[in-house]
């Protein structure tokens, strides 16, 4: 059974760092990439990084870069996304996916192309 669990999430005041961990189990992590995506009320789901098992490439929202780092653990089939200087726009549930195969150029992106998805962690900013 495929299963993307995440955990981490929390309040948190702004500025404030949270680290979310998604594990990963019943399929072959190095074949896969690892993306992140949150969802805010009312707004559409939107990708925050991706990183790829294989060879360790990461990609990153514009929204976010500089301020969260994907990682991988492939010995625990697990990614994390540190989140530094959080922001109140941060606010979101935030969902961990599987791509099966590698991701190029900006389609790590679309929510579309994720094989499997996890059932998310809320992260709220508060001030």
């Known amino acids: 059974e495929v299963q993307l669990v995440e955990s981490g999430g929390g309040l948190v005041q702004v500025g404030g760092s949270l680290r979310l961990s998604c594990a990963a189990s019943?399929?072959?992590?190095?074949?896969?990439?690892i993306g992140w995506f949150r969802q805010a009320p009312g707004k559409e789901r939107e990708g925050v990084s991706c990183?790829?098992?294989?060879?360790?490439?990461?990609y990153y929202a514009d929204s976010v870069k500089g301020r969260f780092t994907i990682s991988s653990d492939n010995a625990k089939n697990t990614v994390y996304l540190q989140m530094n200087s959080l922001k109140h726009e941060d606010t979101a549930v935030y969902y961990c996916?599987?791509?099966?195969?590698?991701?190029?150029?900006?389609?790590?992106?679309?929510?579309?192309?994720?094989?499997?998805w996890g059932q998310g962690t809320q992260v709220t900013v508060s001030s």
């Open positions: 996916a599987a791509w099966g195969g590698e991701v190029h150029g900006s389609s790590w992106s679309n929510s579309k192309g994720y094989d499997y």
């Open positions: 019943g399929f072959t992590f190095d074949d896969y990439a």
């Open positions: 990183i790829s098992s294989s060879d360790g490439s990461t």
